[in-house]
């Protein structure tokens, strides 16, 4: 079935740093979302790219959508501790699910 | 608009019991889904429904069912519950319409089967 793998698992950054997480897919994408997660909360929707190639920007956060649709990335620049949480991208699939990748856990030690 | 809510938050549960958890949403969703999370894991879609009298299975349907009589409503029924349980439980709605729509999340349901 349709798959969105999602990598790192974790990633540990000092305040200040730079943080990237990639989504794949094996294959094209209609749309990607991007949802985040704080601890102990619930999914929070975040974006969601369309169009090939699209870049979108929320103040320190950028979403790339790849040219072939099968892959995504989130850039968020000079991490803070209010960026801590669990990012994931979801694709829907055919049948009017979401597939979610694995999400992507961000510590930020401040 | 109130959302998503999802009654209750927490429960314990004793091995064998039976409980259902409530989702409610009031944004006239066709689309409702229940997905479960694991400690430290992503989420896992255990059943949905299009609309009303509609559900279809997602990928960890075994042991629960669940019903949707109304737009708003969508409860998750668990039968027998067992540890492999243990788990917080999502409910989610979103809109149909052009394209795909954003999930709205209700907060959760931690649950725990001892």
């Known amino acids: 079935g349709q798959q969105v793998m999602q990598i790192p698992q974790y990633q540990h950054v000092q305040e200040g740093e730079d943080f990237t997480t990639y989504c794949n897919s094996s294959?094209?994408?209609?749309?990607i979302q991007w949802y985040k997660q704080r601890p102990g909360g619930h999914p929070v929707f975040l974006i969601q790219?369309?169009?090939?190639?699209e870049v979108k920007k929320q103040k320190r956060l950028t979403f790339q959508f790849g040219e072939a649709k099968k892959n995504s990335s989130l850039h968020i620049t000079a991490t803070q501790t209010t960026d801590v949480g669990t990012y994931f991208c979801?694709?829907?699939?055919?049948?009017?699910?979401?597939?979610f990748g694995q999400g992507t856990t961000l510590q930020v030690k401040p | 608009n109130a959302g998503v809510t999802q009654t209750p938050k927490f429960r314990i549960l004793k091995i064998g019991q039976s409980m259902t958890l409530q989702c409610t949403q009031d944004?006239?969703?066709?689309?409702m889904y229940w997905y479960r999370q694991d400690p430290g894991m992503g989420l896992k879609l255990i059943y949905y429904?299009?609309?009303?009298?509609?559900?279809d299975k997602g990928e960890v349907p075994n042991g629960y069912n669940v019903s949707r009589s109304t737009t708003e409503d969508f409860p998750l029924r668990l039968e027998l519950a067992a540890p492999s349980q243990t788990s917080v439980y999502f409910c989610?709605?979103?809109?149909?319409?052009?394209?795909?729509?954003?999930?709205?999340f209700g907060p959760g349901t931690r649950l725990t089967v001892l």
């Open positions: 979801a694709a829907p699939s055919n049948t009017g699910k979401l597939i």
């Open positions: 429904s299009v609309g009303a009298g509609i559900t």
């Open positions: 989610a709605s979103r809109d149909t319409g052009e394209g795909y729509n954003e999930q709205f």
């Open positions: 790219l369309v169009k090939s190639g």
């Open positions: 944004m006239n969703h066709n689309y």
């Open positions: 294959t094209t994408l209609s749309n």
